[in-house]
């Protein structure tokens, strides 16, 4: 645990030529590779690839892809259409799923909850940062991270991004339009999303420091961000910038840095600015069908703290592509520092596992 601990320390500190942390995003594969023999549900798959036991800890209460919302709404079968069925889930959300599924597919989207102020109105209870079930098991929770700081865990709070959250409450056809129409309910929104966050970090901060704030935003798609630099200027910073400001004033060594990550699928290259303005130093997942290139973007952002940037295609695409793309990205990486590799996404299920084996094996070199 101590190297590993170690390797994370090398990585926030941009030591150049330090040993790789090894992990990935996650898998979309790991039904395939179970019909074929090659794992069970048994199967250690940190041990098999080699992946570093995790030196973060994370804290959560405040959403992830969707609001923070406490309590959840109730799930709900609202229409059975045969073959599919329509629910309401956690979110608020009515949903088109297989019957009887949940998970292992992308599901669609019908319906969501705000349509104006009035929904909203009736629905931002969920979001009261006083709700006694918001803080279930909190005093183990806190114990846990501190012991886990004490230790050397780099300790990252959690956060669904504005624009995440925004589009989980309205979906993303409408709020783009609410933007234009309905002003007033974008900022009622974040005020409240910057209300429930702060009073819950404030919370965190009596027991531990925070050493970084990721924020799932998910703003940009294959050809850039989904509303202007102007409008993120507008409708999010402002609560960005006192949110950080606050976790800043409050800690207990001011000394030590914040690090600010965001999280977005999609073409980010054009939002890296934006969001160099309220302090980001590290960005993920660089997805390259989307003409991100991690070797690109740290020539032209020296200082950025990368993670991701492996095309998940090449994974798919045999062992010389991904042994051509290791040799292209690895060296000139490693010798920057600043970096961990994972797959762009999810690992998809169109590749190997013997191929998937052989990449990890070659990043084990470094």
């Not at 999303?193 to 965190?204: G, R, S």
């Not at 290139?293 to 032209?300: A, F, G, L, M, S």
């Amino acid at each position: 645990m101590e190297r590993s601990i170690q390797k994370m320390q090398d990585f926030y500190n941009h030591v150049p030529g330090a040993d790789i942390v090894q992990e990935e995003f996650g898998y979309y594969c790991l039904d395939r590779w179970k019909r074929e023999g090659h794992i069970t549900d048994a199967t250690d798959l940190a041990a098999l690839f080699g992946y570093d036991p995790p030196a973060r800890h994370s804290l959560g209460q405040l959403g992830w892809c969707e609001a923070g919302f406490c309590p959840v709404f109730p799930e709900v079968i609202l229409e059975d259409r045969g073959e599919y069925e329509v629910v309401q889930d956690f979110a608020g959300r009515h949903v088109l799923y297989f019957k009887g599924r949940r998970d292992g597919f992308m599901p669609e989207y019908i319906d969501h909850p705000v349509k104006d102020m009035k929904t909203w109105e009736a629905l931002k209870w969920r979001m009261d940062p006083t709700t006694p079930e918001r803080y279930t098991d909190f005093d183990a929770r806190m114990a846990d991270a501190k012991a886990k700081q004490a230790a050397g865990y780099h300790i990252i709070q959690n956060l669904v991004g504005g624009y995440m959250y925004l589009r989980s409450l309205m979906g993303p056809e409408d709020l783009l339009y609410k933007f234009y129409d309905d002003p007033d309910l974008i900022h009622a929104c974040m005020q409240t999303w910057f209300e429930l966050a702060d009073a819950v970090i404030a919370k965190h901060q009596e027991h531990v420091q925070i050493d970084e704030l990721f924020m799932g935003e998910d703003i940009c798609y294959n050809n850039g961000p989904l509303i202007s630099p102007d409008m993120m200027r507008e409708f999010l910073l402002p609560y960005y910038q006192q949110l950080i400001a606050n976790i800043k004033a409050r800690q207990k060594d001011k000394t030590k840095h914040l690090f600010i990550q965001i999280d977005t699928d999609g073409d980010c290259r054009p939002v890296i600015p934006v969001y160099q303005s309220i302090g980001m130093d590290y960005m993920s997942p660089f997805e390259v069908a989307s003409g991100c290139d991690v070797v690109e973007i740290r020539k032209q952002y020296p200082e950025l703290l990368l993670r991701g940037g492996f095309d998940k295609r090449i994974l798919a695409a045999g062992k010389e592509a991904i042994a051509r793309e290791v040799d292209r990205i690895m060296p000139f990486m490693k010798a920057q520092g600043g970096y961990i590799p994972s797959c762009d996404h999810g690992v998809p299920e169109e590749v190997n596992f013997e191929d998937y084996l052989y990449y990890r094996e070659l990043m084990s070199q470094y």
